[in-house]
C-alpha cells in the first residue's frame, strides 16, 4: 500500500465512522445537523471537490469530479445530507479499490520480471567488496557465488560451474562454463563459485539492456490500446452529459408537461448511481495491463518483444521468411558424412586432421574438432597451404594431399562424384584416392518443429531466403517443408523479395522476417515483424529486430505468435466484457433498476475481474 | 544504420499518477505542450517518456508539462 493509500484509507474509515455515528446523535437544530454530515463530507471529499474546482477554472471538460461534486452538493443543498456524504464515500471507496488493485498487479508484474542485480562481489587486492554493479569497470574482476546473479558480462577467468540461464533464455537446463566462456549477467550461479573478468559496463550488460527493452516495450502502444484512449476520450464526457441530462430532464418533463411530481432528488441519484458506473477505468487499465503480463509472460520464455504493437501484429501472422544460416541451421560448420574408399572413416579422419591441424580455415578446424583427439605433432613431417586448393602434408611417411577438385585434379587424381549437398573436401595419399568429406552446415534439432508449429498455427507459407547456392538451400527447404525457397540471394535481393511478399499479402496480415546477421538488418526492419537470433546474432539485427530470441530456438517463433494470441484474445474479452456490464448496468441505472451498490459492482467488480484476467497473459508456460 | 535515437532529443521521466485514465489524460497534456514532440506515458511503470523538438529547452518544457499536466491532473507528479 503506498502512503496515498494509507491516507485515503483512513479518510474513507473515518467518515465512515463518523457517518455511522450520526445516526446515535439526536438534534433538532438544523445547523448542528448540517456541520455533522459536513465534517465526513469534506473528510472523505476534499480532493474530489478541490479538482472539481480546478477543473472549472481550467476550463476542462467534464471529468467524474466535477460530477462527483455537482452531484453532492445537489443533494446537500436538497437537504438530503446523508445521501450527499454516503455517494461520496461510496465513490471514494471505489476509487480506493481500484488503485490497491491495479498497484498490486503491477507490482506483481513488475516483481516477476525483475533480474536486476543489486550488488556485485568486485575483487581488489585479494579483497571482496561490495558494491553497486555500476561502479564496476571494464575489466575488474568480479566473485559470483553459488545462488548469486551474475552482476555483469564478462568471460571467466577462474573456476568451472552451471548456470541458471532461465532468466534470459527460458531454457530450464543449465548451462556449464569454464575458465575462458563467456558469460552474460542475469544468469544464476548453480554450483560452485566463479570468478569473472568483466568486458562491459553495467549500463551495456545484457541484463540491463534485457530490462530496459521489457520496461519501455509498453510504451510501443498496440492498436487496441489507442482505441481505448480514443474510446475514453468521447466515452466519459458523453455519459457525463448524460448523466445531467438524466437528472434534470426527467423531473422538469415530469413537473411541467405531465404535472407530476418534481422528484428532483430521485433522479439526481439515479444520475449518480450512472456515474458511479460510468468509469473507463476497467477498460484503460486492463488492456496495457493485459500487454505488460503478455511481453513479461514471453520474455520468461525467452521471447523479448519490444512493444505492445508487436504483440498485436504477431497474433496475425500469416507468413513467416527465414534467413537460413544460423536461423534454421546452428550457422556452425560441422563434418557431416565420411565417404571413405581404400581407407577406414577413421584413418580418413585422422589423416584430414592431422593436414589440417594448422588450418585457421573454419573447414578446416571443422574437422579437427571432429576427430576431436589430441594432434601429436612429432608425426607431422610439413605441411604446405596451396591457396584456394587446399594443404600439402607429409604425415608420418605419407603425402597428404586434402582439398576441392581443383588440387586433385592438378595432380591427376580422379575424384569419385557425390550429390550430397555442401562442401567437399577430398583426400589422397601418395597419388591415390583416398575418399572424402562433407562438411555442412547443420540444422537445429528443432527446426523441423518449428516450421510444422507454424503451420499449426494459421501461417499460409514459408520461405527461405539465402546467399547460399542452391542445391543446398533446396535440401534443407525440403527437409524441413519450406513452402518456398529463393537461394544464391544478395542481400538487396532479400530486401526487394520481402517488398514483393508485402505487396501481395492482405493488410490485415503479417509477414514475420527471421534473421540474424548484419545484412539480414534491413530487411528486419522492413518486414511487419522482425525476428532476431539474440545469442548468434549481430548487434545491427537486434537493434532492428522488434522481437529478439534469446536462446536462437526457432521453436519460439510459434511460442511467441501463441502468446500473442493469447493476450490478444484476452484484450477482446476484457473490452467487451467490460464494455457489455457497462451498458447494461447504465440502462439499468437510468430505469431505476440498479441501486447504487450495482453501480460499484459495475465500476471496481468488473475492474478487478478484468485486472485478474489480464495476469492470465503472464502465463505461458503450456502454449 | 537504424540508431534514430540520435537525432532525436528523447527522455524518460519517473512519474506518479492514480489511475490509467489520468496517465491518458497526463499524455494528451504533454503532448500538446509546446516544446514537445511527443510524449508517451506508460502506467505501467509509471513512467513518461518525452521527445523534444529540435533546439527546445528540455528543462524549460518539463516545467511546463508538469503545470500543465497538474492542470488536468492535480493528483499528478513528474520527477525532474
Not at chain 1, 471514494?92 to 498490486?104: C, L
Not at chain 1, 569454464?178 to 570468478?195: A, K, M, Q
Not at chain 1, 511460442?559 to 451498458?583: G, P, T, W
Not at chain 2, 509509471?46 to 529547452?57: H, P, S, T
Request: proline share 2%; charged share 25%.
Amino acid at each position: 500500500m503506498s502512503s496515498k493509500q494509507k491516507k485515503n484509507l483512513i479518510r474513507i474509515i473515518i467518515s465512515l465512522i463518523l457517518l455511522v455515528g450520526n445516526h446515535f446523535i439526536r438534534t433538532d437544530d438544523p445547523l448542528i445537523r448540517f456541520v455533522l454530515y459536513m465534517i465526513p463530507y469534506f473528510i472523505v471529499g476534499y480532493d474530489i471537490l478541490y479538482k472539481a474546482l480546478l477543473s472549472i477554472k481550467n476550463r476542462e471538460s467534464f471529468d467524474e469530479n466535477f460530477l462527483m461534486a455537482v452531484a453532492t452538493v445537489g443533494a446537500v443543498a436538497l437537504g438530503e445530507y446523508q445521501e450527499g456524504v454516503e455517494v461520496m464515500l461510496f465513490y471514494q471507496i471505489g476509487e480506493w479499490f481500484q488503485s490497491y488493485a491495479v498497484g498490486r498487479s503491477r507490482k506483481n508484474i513488475a516483481a516477476l520480471m525483475d533480474i536486476r542485480p543489486d550488488y556485485a562481489n568486485l575483487e581488489k587486492n585479494g579483497e571482496i567488496e561490495q558494491v553497486d554493479p555500476d561502479e564496476v569497470e571494464v575489466g575488474d574482476i568480479i566473485v559470483v557465488k553459488v545462488g548469486e546473479r551474475i552482476p555483469i558480462d564478462g568471460i571467466v577467468t577462474d573456476g568451472e560451474t552451471s548456470l541458471n540461464t532461465a532468466a534470459l533464455t527460458g531454457e530450464s537446463r543449465p548451462r556449464d562454463v569454464r575458465e575462458g566462456d563467456e558469460v552474460i549477467s542475469g544468469c544464476i550461479n548453480l554450483t560452485s563459485l566463479i570468478r569473472i573478468r568483466t568486458t562491459k559496463e553495467f549500463g551495456e550488460s545484457t541484463v540491463s539492456k534485457v530490462l530496459d527493452l521489457i520496461e519501455n516495450a509498453t510504451s510501443n502502444k498496440s492498436k487496441s490500446e489507442d482505441f481505448i484512449s480514443k474510446f475514453a476520450r468521447y466515452y466519459t464526457p458523453i455519459v457525463c452529459y448524460c448523466a445531467l441530462a438524466l437528472a434534470i430532464i426527467p423531473p422538469l418533463v415530469s413537473r411541467y408537461l405531465l404535472h407530476g411530481d418534481f422528484n428532483f432528488y430521485r433522479w439526481i441519484f439515479r444520475a449518480l448511481t450512472f456515474l458511479v458506473i460510468s468509469c473507463p477505468c476497467a477498460l484503460v487499465i486492463s488492456i496495457p495491463l493485459t500487454f505488460f503480463a503478455g511481453i513479461g509472460g514471453a520474455s520468461r520464455a525467452g521471447v523479448l518483444i519490444k512493444g505492445s504493437n508487436y504483440l498485436e501484429a504477431l497474433s496475425k501472422t500469416k507468413y513467416v521468411a527465414f534467413d537460413k544460416t544460423g536461423t534454421v541451421t546452428l550457422g556452425i560448420f560441422e563434418v557431416t558424412t565420411i565417404h571413405n574408399s581404400g581407407f577406414s572413416k577413421e584413418e580418413l579422419l585422422e589423416y584430414a586432421a592431422y593436414a589440417e591441424a594448422y588450418s585457421n580455415h573454419p573447414i578446416g578446424r571443422s574437422i579437427v574438432r571432429e576427430y576431436g583427439k589430441e594432434i601429436d605433432n612429432e608425426r607431422i613431417r610439413s605441411i604446405r597451404e596451396i591457396a584456394g586448393k587446399g594443404i600439402e602434408a607429409l604425415i608420418d611417411d605419407k603425402k597428404i594431399l586434402i582439398g576441392n577438385e581443383k588440387l586433385m585434379a592438378d595432380h591427376n587424381i580422379t575424384v569419385e562424384e557425390c550429390h550430397d549437398e555442401g562442401t567437399i573436401v577430398h583426400l589422397a595419399t601418395d597419388g591415390s584416392y583416398k575418399g572424402h568429406i562433407h562438411i555442412g552446415d547443420k540444422i537445429k534439432d528443432t527446426a523441423e518443429q518449428a516450421i510444422s508449429d507454424l503451420k499449426n498455427n494459421g501461417v499460409k507459407k514459408t520461405v527461405m531466403l539465402t546467399g547460399d547456392e542452391k542445391k543446398t538451400a533446396e535440401s534443407v527447404a525440403a527437409k524441413l517443408k519450406i513452402d518456398e525457397v529463393f537461394s544464391q540471394l544478395l542481400p538487396q535481393d532479400k530486401v526487394s523479395i520481402v517488398e514483393k511478399l508485402l505487396k501481395q499479402k492482405d493488410e490485415k496480415e503479417t509477414l514475420v522476417f527471421v534473421g540474424d546477421g548484419i545484412n539480414d538488418a534491413p530487411v528486419i526492419a522492413l518486414a511487419d515483424v522482425g525476428i532476431a537470433m539474440g545469442s548468434l546474432g549481430s548487434d545491427a539485427a537486434i537493434e532492428a529486430a522488434d522481437v529478439v530470441l534469446m536462446d536462437d530456438d526457432p521453436i519460439k517463433i510459434a511460442k511467441a505468435i501463441k502468446i500473442s494470441r493469447k493476450c490478444m484474445a484476452i484484450v477482446y474479452e476484457n473490452i467487451i466484457f467490460a464494455i457489455a456490464v457497462k451498458i447494461i448496468t447504465l440502462i439499468l441505472s437510468a430505469l431505476g433498476i440498479a441501486q447504487m451498490w450495482l453501480a460499484i459492482f459495475a465500476d471496481v467488480g468488473v475492474m478487478v475481474i478484468a485486472v485478474i484476467n489480464a495476469i492470465r497473459a503472464l502465463g505461458v508456460k503450456d502454449l | 544504420m537504424f540508431n534514430m535515437e540520435d537525432t532525436y532529443m528523447k527522455k524518460t521521466y519517473k512519474i506518479d499518477v492514480d489511475c490509467a485514465n489520468c496517465a491518458n489524460k497526463m499524455e494528451e497534456a504533454a503532448k500538446k505542450t509546446a516544446g514537445v514532440k511527443n510524449a508517451v506515458v506508460n502506467f505501467m511503470t509509471l513512467k513518461m517518456n518525452v521527445e523534444f523538438e529540435e533546439g527546445a529547452d528540455c528543462k524549460e518544457v518539463m516545467k511546463e508539462v508538469l503545470s500543465n499536466c497538474k492542470k488536468v491532473e492535480s493528483d499528478c507528479e513528474i520527477f525532474l
